[in-house]
């Protein structure tokens, strides 16, 4: 999966299921490719070994993740008249032509959470970034632990194609992510499901560990690339 193939994800499961720990390591991954990140993290501590990182924002009280949200949309309209100017239809073919823009990556935790606590307005600004932010370099991560149909309807799941489940507390949050059961029976701890931007279903095995300090897991990541 590349950012170009699926530019936002959204990944669901209860406590246990892995689901952070796959966030961490996207992050983590996000922050070695040397992408701005910004991390919404209404529990405080969930990803408060962020803070102070390069090119990393971190945001947990409901007023800064609402403005700091607000801000995104800014950019993204910003954005959108940059390369208008420049007759690029996106930010891969203004990139191209030498300009620097830098991809941007929002990973949203505990989105049920941040509905009840930020209100409709917060909620239809995710909802312009999840609609037009591909094409400005803005892609968002987006989690919750209870995925309902009214809280994930259909105009917002239509521009997450790619979904992520780990194990799901019943049949019907399966449905909701996956349209399909497969995700109530998964065993938990890092056992996922991922339905894919083409609507093919893969099931896949993470394992849960340690997690590494942020340092040496950057300098692994560039290892690896290299």
């Known amino acids: 999966l590349t950012l170009a193939k699926c530019p936002h994800v959204l990944i669901a499961g209860t406590t246990g299921s892995g689901k952070s720990y796959w966030m961490h390591n996207a992050i983590r991954w996000s922050i070695a490719q040397g992408f701005w990140s910004i991390v919404f993290d209404p529990k405080y501590n969930e990803f408060s070994e962020y803070v102070g990182q390069s090119r990393v924002l971190h945001f947990s009280d409901k007023q800064a993740i609402a403005a700091q949200t607000e801000s995104l949309v800014e950019l993204m309209d910003s954005r959108f008249k940059i390369l208008a100017a420049a007759k690029c239809k996106d930010i891969l073919e203004y990139c191209q032509t030498g300009q620097p823009m830098d991809p941007l990556v929002l990973f949203v935790d505990e989105y ?115």
């Open 112 to 226: 049920a959470d941040l509905v009840m606590q930020c209100g409709k307005d917060w909620t239809e600004n995710i909802q312009r970034l999840a609609q037009k932010g591909r094409a400005a370099g803005i892609h968002i991560l987006l989690a919750t632990q209870a995925p309902t149909a009214k809280l994930l309807n259909g105009e917002l799941k239509a521009n997450f194609p790619v979904r992520i489940a780990f194990k799901t507390a019943n049949t019907v949050s399966s449905r909701v992510v996956l349209e399909s059961n497969v995700a109530a029976s998964l065993a938990g701890y890092g056992d996922g499901v991922v339905i894919d931007e083409a609507g093919k279903i893969f099931r896949f095995k993470g394992y849960l560990k340690n997690i590494l300090p942020i340092n040496f897991t950057k300098q692994l990541y560039r290892r690896v690339a290299q």
